[in-house]
């Protein structure tokens, strides 16, 4: 089946730690994103990656950060830089062709920090 | 620094009403509008996309777009229970460098009843 995935679905965290959440996608998509929400907001950009190899900073991205060695795979790590990091994050993934534009979401990965 | 605004509701509308749902965008040079639909607890669905001035039809869901006003919406025909959701509004800008960067509304939470 092709699609996004991300693990796990559930984390726990105690504070001064990082954590890396897991995207990956087989459907040979060339940009991935990372988003975070939290409850009554909207989706806040963290990082995005066009190509392998390359990444940019999104309107959020302090205490985050990742890594894109393969095209399949866009790791996010919390470092215990972030002050808040307790949140729903989202990964996203867009097409090659005419609809690059276009986002489609995994299942998310809801983040708590004790 | 670039904003979507959603009205973030509830609206609340009858069974086999139409529910219309707003979102305008201050960034002029922003070029594709999406819209989502998210369910609680879950990731947000695509549910279309517009890129032209007018109206574009999908089956129960209309999007209009005018962007002299800056302004998209979303019509939902013989609105369902199931529709009950929150919608998020997501403009793209296509940056020179060949990146797209996404914007996401808060989102618009609408309840149907039956």
């Known amino acids: 089946d092709g699609g996004i995935t991300q693990s796990p679905k559930y984390l726990f965290r105690k504070e001064g730690q990082n954590v890396t959440l897991s995207c990956e996608q087989n459907?040979?998509?060339?940009?991935m994103y990372w988003y975070r929400q939290d409850p009554g907001q909207g989706l806040r950009l963290i990082y995005y990656?066009?190509?392998?190899?390359?990444?940019q900073k999104g309107d959020i991205a302090e205490g985050y950060s990742v890594s894109r060695e393969k095209k399949e795979s866009f790791p996010l790590t919390v470092t215990s830089a972030q002050k808040n990091p307790t949140a729903f994050y989202l990964c996203?993934?867009?097409?090659?062709?005419?609809?690059?534009?276009?986002?489609?979401f995994g299942p998310g990965t809801r983040l708590t920090v004790l | 620094q670039k904003e979507v605004e959603q009205n973030s509701g509830p609206l609340s509308v009858p069974e086999g009403a139409i529910a219309s749902l707003n979102c305008t965008y201050s960034?002029?040079?922003?070029?594709?509008f999406f819209w989502y639909r998210q369910y609680s607890g879950k990731s947000p669905e695509l549910i279309m996309s517009?890129?032209?001035?007018g109206d574009k039809e999908d089956g129960r869901f209309t999007a209009q777009l005018n962007k002299a006003s800056q302004y998209v919406s979303l019509l939902i025909r013989d609105s369902q229970p199931s529709d009950s959701a929150t919608y998020l509004c997501?403009?793209?800008?296509?940056?020179?460098?060949?990146?797209?960067?996404?914007?996401f509304g808060r989102g618009t939470s609408l309840i149907v009843h039956p």
């Open positions: 960034d002029r040079v922003s070029q594709s």
């Open positions: 517009i890129y032209s001035n």
């Open positions: 996203a993934s867009s097409p090659p062709g005419p609809r690059t534009d276009t986002q489609y």
């Open positions: 459907l040979n998509h060339d940009a």
């Open positions: 990656s066009q190509i392998v190899n390359d990444f």
């Open positions: 997501a403009v793209i800008r296509h940056s020179p460098g060949g990146s797209y960067i996404p914007t």
